[in-house]
């Protein structure tokens, strides 16, 4: 459901097995946001404080989104997504308090994760301009600070942040207490291409000849969203030519159209 300026969900459908790649990605996850959540007595016990939050990396459309949200299927907590860009420019002037209410909210929901993407938007390098939508996006992101540095870390509630662009991050986000695990999401290797074909072609009615990982080798430098759109477009192909099952021949096509969709488009996909 959509509160004002947040989505929040029960509890996501996504599972780790929806994830192509990223295994140790996901392992490093769940140590740090799916342990505190479902084992908070082993940091007890050992004496050390579960990470408050961890930072994701990486280029657009690696699948930053979808392990955030299978992490709270997985943990049955709520998520709460934000996006960074939209709490400074969608709601002008109430950056500061939508953060405020969000943290309110994944308290009261708890257990919860809250998901903040784009958070380079809120959290970039404080410079020493003085324009109003700086001194908006400051406020916030100083509102952020206070709220993960005053919240009691039991370990029911996590932050995700994500961004694209972890170059112009305001170091004060990444200090021990707030974001304290750093994990890069990279772009789909072979292997991870292979795989996220495997997943996206589940449900799909393939052809005998349908070779995957001849589509993997095709396209390198294409990311998990690029290699949906891919599946879709094969099916699109399929559909018109009025093919029972989806050919090899139709992956092809649709691979040679995205492609030139992405140049002409000036789509950066990487
Ligand atoms: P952005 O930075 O643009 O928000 P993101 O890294 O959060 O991107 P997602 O929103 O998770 O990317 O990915 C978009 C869609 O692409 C997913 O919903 C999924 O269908 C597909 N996808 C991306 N990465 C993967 C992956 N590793 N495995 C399976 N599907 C993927």
């Keep these: ?103 309110e909210l994944a308290k009261q ?27 908006e996006v400051q406020r916030t992101l100083m509102q952020l600070l206070a709220e993960m540095d005053g919240f009691e870390n039991r370990g029911d509630v996590k932050i995700i942040g994500a961004t694209n662009r972890i170059d112009i991050l305001d170091r004060a986000l990444l200090r021990p207490g707030r974001f304290d695990r750093i994990i890069e999401i990279p772009l789909p290797d072979f292997h991870g291409r292979l795989s996220i074909m495997h997943i996206h072609t589940k449900g799909m009615n393939l052809g005998e000849n349908v070779d995957l990982a001849e589509v993997a080798r095709l396209t390198e430098g294409k990311n998990g969203a690029d290699l949906r759109a891919v599946c879709m477009e094969a099916g699109m192909f399929a559909i018109r030519s009025e093919h029972e099952t989806v050919t090899q021949d139709d992956f092809m096509k649709a691979i040679d159209k995205l492609s030139l969709d992405f140049d002409k488009h000036h789509i950066n996909t990487s």
């Design 1 to 103: 459901s959509q509160v004002y300026g947040m989505e929040l969900v029960e509890s996501p459908d996504e599972r780790y097995e929806s994830i192509g790649g990223l295994e140790p990605q996901i392992v490093e996850i769940q140590e740090a946001v799916e342990l505190p959540l479902t084992k908070p007595h082993l940091f007890e016990q050992i004496g050390i404080a579960p990470p408050k939050g961890v930072l994701l990396y990486g280029p657009p459309g690696t699948g930053k989104t979808l392990l955030a949200r299978a992490v709270a299927h997985q943990t049955n907590a709520h998520f709460l997504r934000v996006v960074g860009s939209e709490l400074v420019q969608k709601y002008i002037g109430e950056g500061a308090r939508l953060v405020r209410e969000l943290f």
């Design 109 to 135: 929901k708890a257990p919860s994760i809250i998901f903040i993407d784009e958070i380079d938007a809120i959290g970039a390098h404080r410079n020493d301009s003085t324009t109003s939508g700086d001194r």
